[in-house]
């Protein structure tokens, strides 16, 4: 099967790919969308349709969900299965979140994985609308200011310096936990306070807001025990997030969880981001 470079299908997903479908139109590419909700580009009724001759798949983030391929609009044949039948051979696929079974059976028709989720630039770009996402929640959910409020981070990865960042520019007093002792040391730059483990109780006695990024049971029933029911707790973690949700209902306390939080809240910066990987990493004449 041939495919012809400045062709792309944008399959799948959410709002992110509405936008990626014009933001790639708009420089040049020939766009096939299925199971998309947007104007641009040519429609397809089929996934074999829409993969016809592309060189280039834009699949959503996260490629799956809860073992399917992520999609607002369901479709019976948006499938990994259809996607491998389908796919041009030597053609490259975009998504958040490969599978390490599909690339290597993606391989074997000399189809190239692409993960938006391994690209640096597109993992700390996304971090913005995660922790902008975080605060707009924060204020929605909340009685009262972020400002001069004590703002606890759990985990100081590329998603939590982000979000401590932003906290401190608001004016909030910012209590970061961290156990990786290089990324501890950073945080001592920037935060107000660093939490050792041993001391967890007492900070969380004292915190109004609690963002975790730690993709773990930080929070078990023993933890929130310590924690004030107006304590606002916003998991930012992957699902199923870092803590014990049931308990935190029983006890009164305010706990989200909230993924996906740049498609919700910045789709569109969210889809310059991946148009400009794939402009910079795809095929093309």
């Excluded at 999609?71 to 044949?77: A, H, L, P």
């Excluded at 961290?178 to 501890?184: A, F, G, M, S, V």
């Excluded at 498609?263 to 004449?285: D, H, Q, T, V």
Aim: aromatic share 8%.
């Amino acid at each position: 099967m041939k495919f012809y470079l400045n062709k792309v299908a944008v399959i799948g997903g959410d709002n992110r790919q509405g936008y990626l479908a014009e933001i790639l139109q708009k420089s040049g590419y020939e766009v096939k969308t299925y199971a998309v909700n947007c104007v641009h580009g040519e429609k397809s009724n089929s996934l074999k349709m829409a993969l016809a001759d592309s060189a280039i798949i834009a699949a959503p983030i996260p490629f799956l969900k809860n073992g399917e391929v992520f999609s607002e609009e369901k479709k019976e044949d948006l499938s990994l299965e259809g996607i491998l039948e389908y796919a041009p051979v030597g053609c490259q696929i975009f998504a958040g979140g490969i599978p390490a079974s599909f690339s290597k059976e993606a391989q074997k028709k000399e189809i190239v994985c692409m993960d938006y989720l391994k690209d640096c630039h597109v993992v700390m770009q996304n971090t913005i609308a995660v922790a902008e996402g975080a605060l707009s929640e924060a204020m929605r959910k909340s009685n009262r200011n972020l400002y001069k409020s004590n703002c606890i981070v759990l985990g100081y990865g590329k998603c939590g310096s982000t979000l401590t960042s932003y906290l401190k520019r608001m004016g909030c007093h910012v209590i970061v936990y961290e156990k990786e002792k290089e990324l501890k040391a950073r945080a001592a730059l920037v935060a107000d306070e660093i939490m050792e483990k041993d001391k967890i109780p007492l900070f969380l006695q004292r915190a109004h807001y609690i963002f975790n990024t730690i993709p773990a049971m930080i929070l078990p029933k023993a933890r929130l025990e310590y924690v004030s029911q107006d304590t606002l707790i916003l998991d930012l973690s992957s699902s199923p997030g870092g803590v014990d949700f049931k308990w935190a209902q029983e006890k009164g306390i305010q706990a989200v969880l909230l993924p996906g939080i740049p498609g919700k809240y910045a789709p569109k910066s969210s889809a310059e981001i991946l148009g400009e990987m794939i402009k910079r990493e795809g095929k093309r004449k």
